[in-house]
């Protein structure tokens, strides 16, 4: 007679063989998973590590010391992201496309982008919102295809990564510091809402989100409201412009980035009287300038960032 175990695990094979099994060979050794949990295994979305870019401050139409054509160097910036081994995924720009915010200026900065035959996801700097009508010519240029918000602002998921573009220079004074607002942070609120904290996070925006200098605006006033918000997921990194150079820090699981302009170089905080383009000798312009390059891999708690010169 046979024991009670025994019947009870031939029951249990019966039942597993029952849902069918898919076998794979891997090493001369067999292995086998139910169609069930093959099934499941397929409908899961499939995350896979990739790369983005990062470019700033292009500044298209600037023409003075130290750099006298911003449009030559925002051509050598594309030039190395064209000759990249491995396609990027897309590029995003953190702002001030332009000197003056003309048409022109626009026109010339699309169309040396359009050469990477890459997506490109904006937002603005305090020189895109120049025009009479308080930044409108960005918007209608760029914000119609992100379906963006309010002043400009918007998200979008891309493999598994969550990226949100925020605007903090919407009457942006001289000086002043960078101000998301009440309409744009219970828009944020709403957004992350319902995500899993395991979401990794990406922000850019253009004006830094932690305070490097504050005497020379260089901080947003309002961002620890934004990142109380983003405190319980357990990988989010920040990226901006604006001070033309770069500068690291951490906070708990956030990361932040501050990011080289293809146009000029500024003062590192406070070694100035005043922040402003800082004249380098030519045959050094190139070294401080450049663009960022940013991998993410499934599984790791942070995203890869790696700052390339254009020298």
Not at 39 to 51: C, E
Not at 74 to 82: D, L, S, T, Y
Not at 115 to 134: C, I, R, S, Y
Request: charged share 20%; with cysteine; proline share 6%.
């Amino acid at each position: 007679m046979e024991h009670a175990p025994n019947r009870r695990r031939m029951l249990e094979c019966m039942g597993w063989a029952g849902a069918g099994l898919l076998w794979t060979m891997a090493g001369g050794v067999a292995s086998s998973v139910t169609l069930d949990a093959a099934r499941a295994a397929q409908a899961r979305p499939k995350v896979k590590p990739f790369t983005f870019l990062q470019v700033s401050d292009s500044h298209i139409g600037f023409a003075k010391d130290p750099n006298p054509d911003a449009r030559a160097t925002f051509r050598e910036a594309v030039g190395k992201i064209q000759a990249m081994p491995v396609k990027p995924a897309f590029i995003i720009h953190t702002g001030d496309i332009t000197q003056l915010s003309k048409p022109e200026e626009f026109d010339d900065a699309d169309q040396i982008l359009k050469q990477t035959g890459l997506t490109v996801f904006h937002v603005p700097g305090e020189h895109d919102m120049l025009d009479d009508a308080n930044g409108q010519a960005y918007l209608d240029r760029y914000g119609k295809a992100t379906g963006a918000r309010g002043d400009g602002w918007y998200a979008f998921d891309h493999d598994g990564v969550h990226f949100i573009g925020l605007i903090n220079v919407k009457q942006l004074k001289a000086g002043g510091m960078g101000h998301f607002g009440d309409e744009q942070l219970a828009w944020l609120k709403q957004d992350l809402a319902g995500r899993r904290a395991s979401t990794p996070i990406v922000v850019f925006t253009h004006v830094p989100m932690w305070t490097v200098y504050q005497q020379w605006g260089w901080g947003t006033d309002d961002a620890a409201r934004a990142l109380a918000m983003l405190a319980r997921f357990g990988s989010v990194t920040v990226l901006n412009g604006h001070i033309h150079q770069v500068l690291q820090k951490t906070e708990g699981h956030v990361a932040f980035h501050t990011a080289r302009s293809t146009a000029f170089p500024q003062p590192a905080p406070g070694a100035a009287p005043s922040p402003g383009p800082m004249k380098v000798p030519a045959g050094e312009l190139r070294s401080v300038l450049g663009v960022r390059t940013v991998t993410y891999t499934p599984g790791s708690e942070a995203l890869a960032v790696v700052d390339a010169a254009l020298a």
